[in-house]
């Protein structure tokens, strides 16, 4: 769904790493139906809207999944991501980069400014199921804004979701705002 620029596949930090150590190499999926932005891509518009083509050809996306960024921002859509975006380049606000940065040594200025991500039209208009994991105190305001916020504010992309009929979210009592366990 995103992807930092400028990082290889083989980069610790990179979520293409990230997606085979944690999730699809330990699960029997045939790599030919594996696809994942390529933050070295050397036409990133092109990336892109290849990207978006693979989704029409293979009909549609079964099930999203994804999380949710502390201040609401839903993949790489960042507060004022437009309703009708598409697969492109995205600038990372400060916060998205503050809290990335633990996994680049706690060191900011290590952590890319740019990547590639899914739009918010992409992930809305092309899935037929939608699962968020929201986890942590620190996403509270995020998982309050996705849920009982105002419908389809820019301001944080994740209430976008409130427009999708089959929105799944699973989250731990911390984010929930929680005081005792379930």
């Known amino acids: 769904m995103d992807e930092y620029l400028g990082l290889a596949p083989s980069d610790l930090q990179s979520y293409h790493y990230f997606m085979y150590d944690k999730f699809f190499n330990h699960i029997d999926i045939p790599r030919e139906n594996i696809h994942i932005l390529n933050g070295l891509a050397a036409n990133i518009d092109e990336e892109c809207a290849n990207y978006e083509k693979k989704i029409k050809q293979y009909g549609r996306i079964d099930l999203f999944l994804g999380g949710l960024g502390p201040e609401g921002h839903l993949a790489f859509n960042e507060a004022g991501s437009s309703r009708n975006s598409k697969t492109r380049k995205v600038e990372l606000v400060e916060s998205t980069i503050k809290a990335n940065c633990r996994f680049f040594g706690n060191d900011e200025s290590k952590v890319p400014k740019y990547a590639l991500s899914v739009g918010i039209s992409t992930i809305l208009d092309n899935s037929d199921e939608i699962a968020i994991i929201v986890l942590g105190k620190n996403k509270q305001f995020a998982l309050d804004k996705t849920v009982n916020g105002k419908p389809n504010d820019p301001k944080y992309p ?25």
């Open 158 to 182: 994740s209430s976008y979701l409130q427009d999708h009929a089959n929105v799944l979210i699973v989250c731990d009592n911390a984010a929930a705002g929680l005081k005792s366990k379930l």
